[in-house]
């Protein structure tokens, strides 16, 4: 079995997952379906074609740096929206009544 491990958008976790076979774009690992027998599943790794909710990576030190990297993403988007933020509350602030004609 392969050790791979999984990331999860918007979540700060790393999960181990064994896989069953792998390819450039692609990992099969096996799951529970709801009738309660294993199947194999197929999800896109993190090097190929993704999906953005959820990757996977071949060493724990690569996810964590996968998810240091999304986190430091959304601290400058915020930083950004902060700006944006304080710019619009100026704006306001210097708005002036205007004199009646």
Not at 10 to 25: L, M, Q, S
Request: with cysteine; hydrophobic share 45%; aromatic share 10%.
């Amino acid at each position: 079995m392969i050790e791979k491990w999984k990331t999860q958008n918007g979540t700060a976790a790393i999960h181990c997952v064994g896989c069953t076979r792998e390819t450039f774009a692609s990992v099969w690992f096996m799951e529970v379906s709801w009738k309660g027998v294993s199947v194999e599943k197929r999800a896109p790794l993190a090097g190929g074609v993704r999906d953005c909710a959820v990757s996977y990576h071949g060493t724990w030190e690569a996810a964590q740096e996968f998810l240091m990297n999304r986190a430091a993403f959304k601290v400058q988007q915020a930083r950004r929206e902060l700006q944006l933020a304080q710019a619009f509350e100026g704006n306001v602030k210097g708005l002036k009544k205007p004199v009646a004609a």
